[in-house]
Structures are given as C-alpha cells and as structure tokens.
C-alpha cells in the first residue's frame, strides 16, 4: 500500500508540476512579446481525461505558438498495440508540450516536451512506467552563439545527473528529429531527446522527476536570450521564403515520423491540439537548392552534417 501511495503521489506531482509550468512559460513568452497573449482551451477527451490548450498569435514576435498541456488515460487498444507496441489493459498519459513559431526568419522556431506515462493490467496494478522529452531548436538562419548558448544551457542543467546524459542526448537528438524520407535531413541543430525512461524503484522515480524537472524549468533561460538577440534584425522576401521552406521540413517531420503526433491521432486525441505545432505559413518549392556559398546553403549544410556545440 505504501509503494502504491508512493506512485500515485509521484503521478500527482507531475500533474502539479506541468500545469505550473505551463502558466510559467506561457507568462515569460508573453512578457518578451509585449502584445500578444495566450488564449486557454480547454477541452475534454471522450475517453478520458482533458487538456489545456494555450494558444498564441499575430503577436510582436510570436506568429504562432503553442503551450498544451493534457493528463489523458483510456484503455489499450488493439490499434495501439500494434502501432505503438505497447502491452496493457490500461493507460496514463500526462506532460506539456510546446512549439513557437516566431514572424522574423532570424529567431528560431523551439520545440519541447516533457511527459509521463504510466500502463496497468486488467486489475489496475501498475506494470510500466516512464518519463520522456527534451527540446531541440530550429533556426532559419545560424549563430553559433546562439546555438552554443541553447545547448550549454541544456547541459548545465543536465550534468547535476550525470556529466554523460547530455551527449547521449543529443545524439539521440540529432537521429530522431530528422527527415529519414530526405537522406536524414535534420529539420534543425538540435538540442536533447530521450524516452522510456524507466525509474527502476521509488528513489529512482524521484530521481528521473527531478530530471524532467530541471530540463523543463530551464526553457526559458535557454531560449529567451536568443530571442532578445535576434527579434529586431531586419528581413526580406528572400528570409520569408527561406524561412517558409524550412517550415515546410518541420511539417513533413511532424506528419509523417513525429512519435508524439502519432501516439495522439492514435489515442483519440484532440486533434486541433495535436496539429498547433504547425506553422501557419510553408512552402513546398520544387527541388529548391539554396545559393552556393550563402547562409541558406551553410544552414542546410549543418543540418546534413551535424555538429558538436559544447
């Protein structure tokens, strides 16, 4: 029984967690925006469970962005297992996730998440568990200072838990957010990634929240030094279509391999919610190659060759 409590404090601690979280990201987002501000939906899943989905536009900086959280659950389905391999009668479903579109080609896009997962058999006793996210960050246009600034933030963050997570992290970054249907085409530089992180007793449980904790917390100060740096360089046709073609990456990624998406259109879930991470204007330009030598070409270069930024 006091295992039992244990694990039903520590799910409740997350719900706590990401719904403070929530409210604190989307309040420093509309702080550096100065104009616009995030508009709540919530909303119900008819199998189980709800969310709240915040929403962001047409702002100084922000075009479009998005910062969701759900704490959804239901049963496991044939559809699911097939799919998404995994075995149960049941399962949890919580975390927050994010993806912020700026107007102005030289501020980057940024994406995270942060969830948790739980599976019972048909008597209601829990069988699995896990924690999984990370952030990574897509720019249109490359400064090493920025890109060095977003991952040593990451690191620090990190490294209290051990000095080799952040490289298997990013490594496992750099695999998972890239186009395998364009030769493995990252849709940016990066940032960290992991899942199925599985505590092996209730000390490890704490010890993977507080993880998730200091990864998520440290968003801001990660992402919102960049912003300040690039928000008033000014910006043609030339940068919006570039810019529009590297959106249009982010939605083949988000469509077609994006576990996250697919776990949600899979589950029943809201699909308004599911699909805010796409951007509100992309292009598809036929075979479009940038110009030798110029900062489009050093752009898609890196994200062919990724590079180590701490």
């Not at 995030?38 to 915040?54: N, P, Q």
């Not at 044939?78 to 995994?86: C, V």
């Not at 990370?134 to 249109?140: N, S």
């Not at 440290?218 to 030094?225: G, H």
Request: one cysteine or more.
């Amino acid at each position: 029984m006091q295992t039992e409590t244990k694990i039903n404090s520590l799910k409740n601690q997350w719900v706590s967690f990401i719904h403070d979280l929530q409210n604190q990201i989307c309040k420093g987002l509309e702080t550096e925006d100065s104009k616009a501000v995030f508009i709540s939906d919530k909303w119900e899943r008819s199998g189980g469970g709800g969310g709240d989905t915040r929403v962001i536009v047409n702002g100084n900086i922000f075009e479009k962005g998005g910062v969701n959280t759900s704490v959804v659950y239901g049963d496991v389905t044939d559809q699911m297992r097939k799919q998404l391999k995994i075995e149960g009668h049941k399962w949890f479903a919580c975390g927050l996730s994010l993806v912020i579109h700026p107007l102005n080609p030289y501020v980057p896009t940024v994406h995270g998440n942060w969830r948790y997962f739980e599976l019972y058999d048909v008597n209601g006793n829990l069988t699995d568990r896990w924690f999984g996210g990370g952030t990574d960050l897509t720019p249109y246009y490359l400064f090493e200072e920025d890109a060095k600034h977003f991952h040593q933030t990451i690191k620090e963050a990190m490294d209290p838990f051990g000095t080799d997570l952040y490289f298997k992290y990013k490594k496992d970054c750099d695999e998972y957010f890239s186009n395998t249907h364009r030769n493995n085409e990252m849709r940016g530089i990066g940032g960290v990634f992991y899942d199925h992180l599985r505590p092996t007793d209730e000390k490890d449980a704490e010890k993977l929240f507080q993880f998730q904790q200091a990864n998520a917390t440290t968003f801001l100060k990660a992402y919102i030094p960049i912003v300040n740096r690039r928000k008033t360089i000014s910006y043609g046709e030339r940068e919006i279509k570039w810019q529009e073609i590297r959106r249009g990456r982010y939605v083949e990624f988000n469509l077609i391999q994006d576990r996250g998406t697919i776990f949600g259109l899979k589950t029943n879930g809201r699909t308004e919610s599911i699909l805010m991470s796409l951007p509100p204007r992309a292009r598809w330009a036929y075979n479009y190659q940038p110009e030798a030598g110029s900062e489009e070409e050093k752009l898609l270069q890196l994200c062919m060759h990724p590079r180590d930024w701490v």
